[in-house]
């Protein structure tokens, strides 16, 4: 069940189990996800495997493969702790989560939190209310590599869930203030009051550090809708949450919904009511983690292309 490091695995992905990459796995090679989940979906909750019924070469293999993922997980966690933005003047890649409510956004940073911490844990409010649980219009919270640890090289900036009703959640007009790091963290959003200059702690000169470098937006996997015009042309990552109850075909197509390209949108499994860790989970929610490093990356370097251009038109 747990399929070889290296082969196709059960996911039917081309990959290994859950369909994440492989030693073997390139980025050419990495199909698009425009199938049914239904298969690498099921295996988040398949029963323990009982090794009594396996021969020796399947234990043994079993046990390898079970190897291959902890050092999996073990690479991806030191490879965010060692992080580093491009800008030296930068400490932290600041991530903006954006997305309906009861999407996963504020269960996300959790879930990331909780690997690090190693456990399950809670510290920004979750939940599946009808309303945002998140009353700021920017909560921006940070990472510790376990108890009393260092910060990790990621803030997180959580938004009031993006809702129908007019007043009812974050504006995507304000969107724009946060991507250019006017707005304080904390801020308390007053849907009477919209964002502007004078408001008490906006930022009219903010620097590179106050500034978002990535944009994602959380999408229920069991409520895939078509996204925002506004915010299309603000996106870059897709988080598909909640894929372990989406047992079912997607039957809409993704990079129609979203607005991005299929190979911008990451599965995840945030935790909720577990009481432990899952290798599996872990990975995948890791490997979002790195995908926001790259799109980091990118803002960096067309920040210094432009920076260029600039100089050189001068």
């Not at 309906?100 to 879930?111: D, L």
């Amino acid at each position: 069940p747990w399929g070889s490091p290296g082969g196709a695995g059960p996911s039917g992905w081309g990959e290994g189990r859950l369909g994440l990459p492989t030693e073997a796995a390139t980025t050419a090679t990495r199909p698009r996800l425009s199938i049914s989940l239904t298969a690498p979906l099921n295996l988040l909750s398949e029963a323990p495997l009982c090794l009594n019924a396996l021969n020796r070469n399947d234990w043994y293999q079993h046990l390898s493969n079970g190897m291959f993922y902890c050092r999996k997980r073990k690479e991806l966690m030191e490879s965010i702790k060692n992080y580093k933005p491009p800008d030296s003047s930068v400490s932290q890649a600041r991530v903006l989560l954006v997305g309906q409510v009861g999407a996963g956004k504020s269960s996300f940073f959790n879930s990331i939190n909780s690997v690090f911490r190693g456990h399950v844990t809670s510290q920004a409010m979750s939940g599946s209310s009808a309303t945002s649980l998140t009353t700021q219009v920017c909560l921006c919270l940070s990472f510790i590599d376990g108890q009393g640890g260092k910060p990790l090289p990621i803030t997180l900036c959580d938004t009031m869930g993006l809702e129908e009703s007019k007043g009812a959640g974050l504006d995507v007009d304000d969107i724009s203030s946060i991507l250019k790091g006017h707005v304080p963290d904390f801020y308390q959003f007053n849907p009477a009051a919209p964002l502007h200059a004078e408001v008490q702690g906006y930022r009219k000169s903010p620097g590179v550090k106050d500034k978002i470098h990535c944009v994602a937006y959380v999408i229920d996997a069991c409520k895939v809708s078509i996204m925002p015009t506004k915010l299309e042309e603000k996106l870059e990552l897709v988080l598909l949450t909640k894929v372990d109850e989406a047992n079912h075909c997607l039957d809409i197509k993704l990079d129609d919904a979203v607005g991005v390209p299929l190979s911008c949108v990451v599965p995840v499994k945030n935790y909720s009511g577990e009481l432990e860790l899952d290798l599996n989970c872990d990975i995948l929610l890791l490997s979002a983690v790195i995908q926001m490093f790259r799109f980091t990356d990118n803002y960096f370097d067309e920040l210094s292309d432009r920076l260029s251009s600039t100089e050189l038109k001068d």
